[in-house]
């Protein structure tokens, strides 16, 4: 039982606009940052988002992220193929003193 | 660019201690405020944190690890290790190490498979 909530799967077609949904409590997200991260399987999962909306360098600006609240959501426009990977959410958490990670959103392009 | 690879045993007994050590090059522990730390994931699981620890010595433990584990950090040799006591077969997982400030994981190894088997 992961202590941020994601959706377990998300999907769309080529081109089109997902967001995948984080929801937490006031410990974590309601007072701290939150990052995003793209695994793709057999490699190092990959910084997507930080600071709730802020792109590392090299990062598309198709990937976006946001937070309102004990909750938070990343949008990807402009769907892509090679989009097809799982993502995480987290954030550090008071209550915990640890970092907190969502269960994971496999997303699938159709 | 930081780079950062794992090493250790691919295979530990139960009830044994599972050593890792991550070394890192592109920069040095010692003159960065980031913190360095521990991620695994389980097969057929999602991601879990493990703990980190700043080059100063504050240690951050997730709470359901903490009386297995210890995480240190020898900056003579730009590395940090993680050491777990007492390991159990749910303990088998892909173990990262990572980096960051405290609030997220900007580089990350490509991991180890650690099987906790007899």
């Known amino acids: 039982q992961s202590v941020l909530t994601q959706p377990p799967s998300a999907s769309g077609t080529p081109g089109q606009r997902v967001t995948i949904s984080c929801s937490g409590t006031?410990?974590?997200?309601?007072?701290?940052?939150v990052s995003w991260y793209q695994h793709l399987p057999g490699t190092a999962p990959k910084l997507l988002i930080n600071r709730n909306n802020q792109r590392p360098s090299g990062v598309p600006d198709r990937f976006s992220g946001s937070r309102s609240g004990t909750s938070a959501s990343l949008a990807i426009s402009g769907l892509r193929s090679e989009d097809e990977a799982d993502y995480y959410c987290a954030a550090w958490d008071d209550s915990l003193s640890g970092q907190v990670f969502g269960g994971g959103t496999k997303l699938t392009v159709l | 660019q930081l780079q950062l690879r794992e090493s250790g045993p691919g295979l530990v007994k139960p009830s044994e201690t599972l050593p890792l050590t991550c070394t890192v090059s592109g920069g040095s522990i010692a003159r960065s405020s980031n913190y360095w730390g521990w991620i695994r994931q389980p097969p057929g699981k999602g991601l879990e944190w493990i703990g980190s620890i700043h080059y100063s010595g504050s240690t951050y433990y997730n709470p359901s690890l903490k009386s297995r584990l210890t995480i240190s950090v020898d900056t003579s040799k730009n590395q940090f290790s993680l050491k777990l006591s007492s390991v159990i077969a749910t303990d088998t997982a892909v173990y990262y190490c990572?980096?960051?400030?405290?609030?997220?994981?900007?580089?990350w190894g490509l991991g180890t498979l650690v099987t906790v088997s007899s």
């Open positions: 006031s410990s974590n997200i309601g007072s701290n940052y």
């Open positions: 990572a980096s960051g400030p405290r609030t997220s994981a900007d580089y």
